[in-house]
Structure formats: C-alpha cells, structure tokens
C-alpha cells in the first residue's frame, strides 16, 4: 500500500513568491492534517480536514495561506506571499478518520526554504 | 495555551542500555497520547499510543502513563544504534479536540 506522498521534497524561493505544496492521502483515508515543523521543534498542526470540510483551521495564517481538499482526496497548501519565517518543513499527514484517534501516518515532507 | 514538554537533550545511553524519556503535559483533561519516532531529515512514524494509566509494553518498548502527576515516558530496552533519532511526544486534549500538541522531541544517541 502507498505511503502519504508530497510533492515537491524541496522547494527554495525567494521571498514574496508564492509556493504551493500537494499531498496525495493513503487511499481510504478521509482525515487529512498539514502541519509545520521548524527545526528543533515538534510539528505544529495548520489545518484538519475531514473529507473536504476544513474542520480545524484556527492555526492556520490566513492573511497568506491557503488550503483546500477538493474532492476530498488530495490537498494543497498554499502560501502566498512567501516570508523569511515561513522556512520550514511542511507535512501532510492522514489517518482513517478521528472517531477515535486514529494512528496519524506522515508523508516525506517539503522542505520550504525561503531566502 | 496547551504546553507539551520533553528535555531536547540529547540523550546518550550505549548500547544494550534502557532509555528513558519523559514527557509532561498542562492540560489536566488530555485523554490520548502517542510517542513518535523521527530520523534526521525523515517524519515521524508512530511507536506506541497509550490512552489509560499504567503500562503498556510493545516488543521492546514500554509507554508509561500518569495522568495524575500529567507525565507520560517511554523506555526503550536493549536500546540498539538504531534507536539513534529524536523522540515526540504528542497529546490530544480532551472534550472531542483532535488537535494533538507535540512535544519538541528528545534527540537520543546509542553508542556502540
């Protein structure tokens, strides 16, 4: 069975660019996060999908970022425009659902440098 | 502000050794908790969830929660050069939040 997938692993831009990243789910799972983890630190949860509502979102910096789960399949996050800060490692994550708490399985990440 | 703690360490034991790491958490209400594994550069993948008080072993690992004193640890017995990555903790509040707070993560080094 196929693992979360991403694309792109490595993005470098500069800043005021806009960036877009994609995740594609393990099939069947109808929970989907994106967090971001700068390093040294935990992730941090951005955004909570069920099928295509966003349920959770409060985290989420919506003066420059976007998100949406068309379909309720595969998702993008967007930022635009890009800021020093936004430097970070963004994962995209899915679990079977949250009826309970779900093993959450994180895919390889996107390494987001913004110089 | 829901607050997840860990010593970032990190933490050397060599090998064959017990590692023990500890996690405290604020939200007295918190129900779920889980203990992730993250290599250098790669994501974190679950070890072990644990939900009530006491002891859960899987292979050799042991989750260890008290939610009284609001800590959960992990052991890693015979601990293996393998072991080598940082360790996340990761807590879901109660009252049907499925917002998890993780922990910074402990880096842990087993040595030959």
């Known amino acids: 069975e196929a693992g979360v997938v991403q694309s792109p692993r490595y993005k470098i831009i500069e800043k005021k660019q806009p960036v877009a990243f994609w995740c594609n789910p393990i099939?069947?799972?109808?929970?989907l996060y994106w967090y971001r983890q700068n390093l040294g630190q935990g992730p941090e949860l951005l955004i909570r999908?069920?099928?295509?509502?966003?349920?959770?979102d409060s985290q989420l910096p919506k003066d420059r970022f976007s998100a949406e789960r068309l379909k309720g399949v595969d998702s993008t996050l967007k930022i635009q425009p890009a800021e020093l800060g936004d430097s970070a490692v963004y994962l995209c994550?899915?679990?079977?659902?949250?009826?309970?708490?779900?093993?959450?399985?994180f895919g390889p990440g996107t390494r987001l440098t913004v110089l | 502000q829901k607050e997840v703690e860990q010593n970032s360490g990190p933490l050397s034991v060599p090998e064959g050794a017990i590692a023990s790491l500890n996690c405290t958490y604020s939200?007295?209400?918190?129900?779920?908790f889980f203990w992730y594994r993250q290599y250098s550069g790669k994501s974190p993948e679950l070890i072990m969830s644990?939900?009530?008080?006491g002891d859960k072993e899987d292979g050799r690992f042991t989750a260890q929660l008290n939610k009284a004193s609001q800590y959960v640890s992990l052991l890693i017995r015979d601990s293996q050069p393998s072991d080598s990555a940082t360790y996340l903790c990761?807590?879901?509040?109660?009252?049907?939040?499925?917002?998890?707070?993780f922990g910074r993560g402990t880096s842990l080094i087993v040595h030959p």
């Open positions: 994550a899915s679990s079977l659902g949250t009826v309970t708490y779900n093993e959450q399985f």
């Open positions: 099939s069947g799972h109808n929970t």
């Open positions: 999908y069920e099928n295509e509502e966003a349920v959770d």
């Open positions: 939200d007295r209400g918190s129900q779920s």
């Open positions: 644990i939900y009530s008080n």
């Open positions: 990761a807590v879901y509040p109660g009252g049907g939040s499925y917002i998890p707070t």
